[in-house]
């Protein structure tokens, strides 16, 4: 697959198909991956790739605290800067209103958008997915890495066919996910990310992006 289809192809899928996610196919990701860009190459990524009675049970541990309304785990990180400023705010509530409108969920509606946003947790039927952790002693160019290294690996699953969704909503789960992991202490949970085969008959919208010159401005002489 041309890098610049994978680019485009990309997207936060949250409908997968049960089909089973190849183990060759992850390893080949997870391996291919490793030769994503860190500064001097401190490699500051921790990555559990999980499928199978592992997953089930996380997902269903869970589901199990959803029901029970059972509080958060308090936050190791900050996932947005308290008050968001402009252009953050609107491109957020933007965001908010694609994803839920595409499925028919008003504004108003907190409720349905909570049921919408329950899915995580069951990683929108995928079969497979990575818990990526960042030692609690690392600084932002370090996140910066482990982002770098997420994207890669993303891009990686669409040369095998697959799809992914990331999801900083596992983090208010992370206890219930270290039962099953049991990482080092050391380690923070930045994020989950679902791996999958799309379930094509989900439907959805494309995210949109700011216009080019919001985002970046060429300096040229
Ligand atoms: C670090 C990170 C965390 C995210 N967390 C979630 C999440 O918890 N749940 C979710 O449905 N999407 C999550 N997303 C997906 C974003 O909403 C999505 O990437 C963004 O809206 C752009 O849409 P696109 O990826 O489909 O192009 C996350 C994305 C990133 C990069």
Redesign the pocket.
């Known amino acids: 697959m041309d890098i610049y289809e994978a680019v485009e192809s990309r997207?936060?899928v949250?409908g997968f198909s049960g089909r089973d996610v190849p183990r060759e196919a992850l390893q080949r990701v997870a391996s291919a991956a490793a030769w994503a860009p860190s500064a001097s190459n401190l490699q500051p990524w921790h990555t559990y790739v999980v499928t199978g009675v592992p997953l089930a049970e996380i997902k269903k541990r869970a589901g199990e605290r959803l029901s029970a309304g059972d509080p958060w785990d308090e936050p190791e990180y900050e996932q947005y800067p308290p008050a968001l400023k402009s252009p953050y705010r609107e491109r957020r509530s933007a965001?908010g209103e694609q994803r839920y409108g595409a499925l028919g969920i008003a504004r108003e509606d907190w409720e349905a958008r909570q049921r919408a946003a329950a899915a995580?947790w069951d990683c929108f039927g995928a079969p497979a997915a990575l818990f990526c952790y960042i030692d609690r002693d690392m600084g932002r160019p370090q996140w910066s890495d482990v982002g770098m290294y997420l994207q890669t690996v993303m891009l990686l699953l669409r040369a095998e066919g697959l799809h992914s969704?990331?999801?900083?909503?596992w983090s208010v789960y992370r206890k219930t996910v270290a039962e099953i992991l049991a990482p080092p202490d050391e380690l923070i949970l930045f994020?989950g990310m679902s791996i999958g085969f799309e379930d094509v008959t989900v439907g959805y919208r494309r995210?949109g992006r700011a216009p080019l010159g919001e985002t970046v401005t060429f300096v040229e002489g």
Not at 165 to 169: E, G, N
Request: proline share 8%; with cysteine.
């Open positions: 997207r936060a949250r965001f995580n969704c990331p999801q900083m909503a994020c995210t």
